[in-house]
């Protein structure tokens, strides 16, 4: 009974799932291909496209950070070069880290190097960022299943996401109207500690501030244009990939493709989705007749290169801004420049 007891909670643990299921994924490619001809498609590849591909996937992160700071125009200014360098490192941490601690580290770095209010970031990269990209997300996924005629989402997860994007959307809209800025004299609220009170009547106001971007018009779309700019941005980049790997296809193929990248992204059941990446863009890439080798070596290399690339940012970003593990996690603000010089915020 010990015996299964341990292995019972081996199972439940996260870390132990993922490498199980990773590599049980990672046998059923191995099993299921020809691993010398992706071979052969690996040395016919033409690696300056990659190298541009990667180039490129930079620009996404530019743009990404350009949003960010976007959605903290209340909250307090950053300037770009600094942003930027949180949000790699936040890359980095949510590539190998579960549980989207990488967006923990980069509202820690912005917090404790700006002064800005973690209430405030928190809620900028937690609802604002999320809304925003859940409903970009499903209009492209929408369009990417009009493009692509065959049903490999089932309904019911469609409907799912649908809700919880349109839902998450209009929710935080309202929120960010309606929600005062003072704590109610609600009876139930009364009977919280005084220290909870005065740490809710200190944070919402700055929680509201990260959610600026849904109560100006103009500010949602800028954030919109960006939004959409940046994922675009993505397709762009799997176009160049195909380039490289000597693919013949049109843009419509390569939004089908970023749509089903991001979306078992979304659902990560191994680590670094390795395994499930992969059989899900052969999949992908065979509504288009392209040989199974040729797309798995595509799949492969686009997984690999880019984890890679985000890897040596994220490490690039953690050395020139000189930030200490400590840092990551620490609630003390340091008010130090990160890159671009010293600026002041909402504290």
Do not use: C
Not at 133 to 156: E, K, S, Y
Not at 209 to 222: A, F, K, N, S, Y
Not at 251 to 258: E, G, K, P, S, T
């Amino acid at each position: 009974m010990g015996l299964v007891r341990r292995l019972i909670s081996l199972a439940r643990n996260p870390w132990v799932f993922q490498v199980v299921t990773t590599g049980g994924f990672s046998a059923l490619v191995v099993w299921q291909f020809d691993l010398s001809q992706v071979g052969e498609s690996f040395r016919d590849a033409n690696y300056i496209w990659s190298a541009l591909a990667l180039v490129l996937s930079t620009s996404t992160r530019v743009i990404d950070t350009w949003r960010w700071r976007l959605y903290l125009r209340k909250v307090g200014q950053v300037p770009l070069w600094g942003l930027l360098g949180a949000f790699l490192i936040g890359n980095l941490g949510n590539n190998v880290l579960p549980m989207r601690a990488g967006d923990v580290a980069k509202i820690q770095i912005v917090a404790n190097r700006y002064g800005l209010s973690r209430a405030g970031l928190a809620s900028s990269v937690f609802v604002v960022e999320s809304v925003m990209d859940g409903m970009t997300f499903l209009i492209l996924l929408l369009v990417g299943l009009a493009l692509m005629d065959i049903g490999f989402i089932p309904p019911a997860m469609l409907w799912s996401l649908g809700i919880m994007a349109g839902g998450g959307f209009v929710a935080t809209v309202i929120a960010s109207h309606f929600l005062p800025r003072r704590i109610p004299s609600w009876w139930w609220l009364k009977r919280l500690p005084k220290p909870v009170l005065d740490v809710l009547a200190e944070g919402l106001p700055r929680f509201l501030d990260g959610m600026e971007t849904m109560r100006d018009m103009w500010l949602l779309i800028q954030a919109v244009v960006l939004n959409f700019a940046g994922w675009f941005s993505q397709v762009v980049v799997f176009w160049v990939f195909g380039l490289a790997f000597g693919l013949d296809l049109g843009l419509d193929a390569y939004i089908v493709v970023m749509v089903a990248a991001n979306l078992v992204a979304a659902f990560p059941i191994a680590f670094q989705n390795l395994g499930p990446y992969e059989l899900l863009i052969v999949q992908v890439l065979a509504a288009w007749d392209v040989e199974e080798a040729r797309a798995l070596a595509y799949a492969v290399g686009t997984h690999m290169l880019t984890n890679l690339w985000v890897v040596a940012l994220g490490i690039g970003a953690l050395w020139a801004m000189r930030v200490r593990p400590g840092e990551l996690f620490s609630m003390v603000g340091q008010r130090k420049a990160i890159i671009g010089g010293e600026v002041g915020g909402a504290s």
